[in-house]
Structures are given as structure tokens and as C-alpha cells.
């Protein structure tokens, strides 16, 4: 069973940066990806940002240029560096692993607001 905790939610201004850590119980490296998604009440949660094993990178295209992610495999954690925020970005983050099943985190609130 892995687990997934997430963190660096938070209330920013637009125009501002938040970077999301996503710590794992286990090894990423045994992951086949990891990833983060978003999700507003109402609506079905979206990919934000992918990174698969071989080191490739997946990103939603209202984020490119503006969310980076990436992975330290010695603290088994992802990230998620999110500049140039804009109100729309104002979700719930969560992360997720895929093995041989998927695995979610409980999710981080990030409001941006002025």
C-alpha cells in the first residue's frame, strides 16, 4: 500500500508562485508515473502535469509555461512548481502514482485570489 501526502497548498495573489510537494510512502522509482490533478466542486477532476519513469513530461496545455514538474527519487517525492498563478488555477491539487494500480493523495487547497 502506498501512501501519498501532499503539501504547499495555499492562498496567493495572481501573478504569484506555489510550489506542491508530493511525499511517497514508497520508492517512486518503481512507479510507472506520477502526476498531478485538479479538481473545482462541480466539475471532474483535470491532469495538470504528468512525469512518467523514463523522465518524460506531460502538461495540460493551460499550464504550459507556467507549472514545472519534477522528481527527487532519493526523498520520493514530486513537485509541482506553479508560477504565473491566475485565479483560474484556484482548485483542490492532488496527487497521483500509477503501479499496478493507482494511487491518490487526500489533496491541497490552492486559492488564488486578490
Known amino acids: 500500500q502506498v501512501q501519498l501526502v501532499e503539501s504547499g497548498g495555499g492562498l496567493v495573489q495572481p501573478g504569484e508562485s506555489l510550489r506542491l510537494s508530493c511525499a511517497s510512502s514508497?520508492?517512486?522509482?518503481?512507479?510507472?508515473?506520477m502526476g498531478w490533478y485538479r479538481q473545482v466542486p462541480g466539475t471532474e477532476r483535470e491532469l495538470v502535469a504528468m512525469?512518467?519513469?523514463?523522465?518524460?513530461?506531460r502538461y495540460a496545455d493551460f499550464v504550459k509555461g507556467r507549472f514545472t514538474i519534477s522528481r527527487d527519487n532519493l526523498k520520493n517525492t514530486v513537485y509541482l512548481q506553479m508560477n504565473s498563478l491566475k485565479t483560474e488555477d484556484t482548485a483542490v491539487y492532488y496527487c497521483?502514482?500509477?503501479?499496478?494500480?493507482?494511487?491518490w493523495g487526500q489533496g491541497t487547497q490552492v486559492t488564488v485570489s486578490s
Open positions: 512525469i512518467f519513469s523514463s523522465g518524460d513530461e
Open positions: 514508497g520508492s517512486i522509482r518503481s512507479f510507472f508515473s
Open positions: 497521483m502514482a500509477t503501479t499496478i494500480r493507482q494511487y
